[in-house]
């Protein structure tokens, strides 16, 4: 299995072996993030959800959106390294976070937020 730390050191390491590293602001980052993000959604943006089922069966259709995914995911992992945002730890607190805001008891089968007491 590949870390994240490990991801982040491959991302660094692409970004200096091409000296773009004054290009990898935040603000650019996020933006660039957003574009490749929707780059995924154009894939599945009017299909139903068995339309996109039967999609993800085409090799070719797959690996085009395994390549946004991988778009999307450098674009993150360049953006957690230009604010040296640790990922792993922040993934693991919001994943705490959520447990206590969506108890799996209160919310098991739908997506309504479980009403405060």
């Given amino acids: 299995m590949t870390t994240v730390a490990e991801l982040r050191k491959r991302m660094t390491r692409f970004v200096a072996e ?7 602001k935040p603000k650019n980052l996020a933006m660039s993030l957003a574009i490749e993000t929707s780059e995924l959604m154009e ?3 009017w299909l139903t959800h ?3 089922k039967t999609l993800l069966q ?6 085009e959106i395994a390549d946004e995914m991988a ?11 230009a604010t ?4 792993a730890a922040s993934f693991q607190a919001k994943m705490a976070a959520n447990d206590r805001k969506y108890p799996a008891e ?8 479980p009403s405060r007491r």
């Fill in 18 to 24: 091409r000296s773009w590293q004054r290009f990898h």
């Fill in 43 to 45: 894939h599945f943006q």
């Fill in 50 to 52: 068995g339309e996109a």
């Fill in 58 to 63: 085409d090799p070719a259709a797959r690996k």
């Fill in 71 to 81: 778009d999307v995911l450098s674009f993150l992992l360049s953006l957690a390294n």
């Fill in 84 to 87: 040296g945002i640790d990922l």
């Fill in 106 to 113: 209160e919310v098991r089968g739908h997506y309504k937020k």
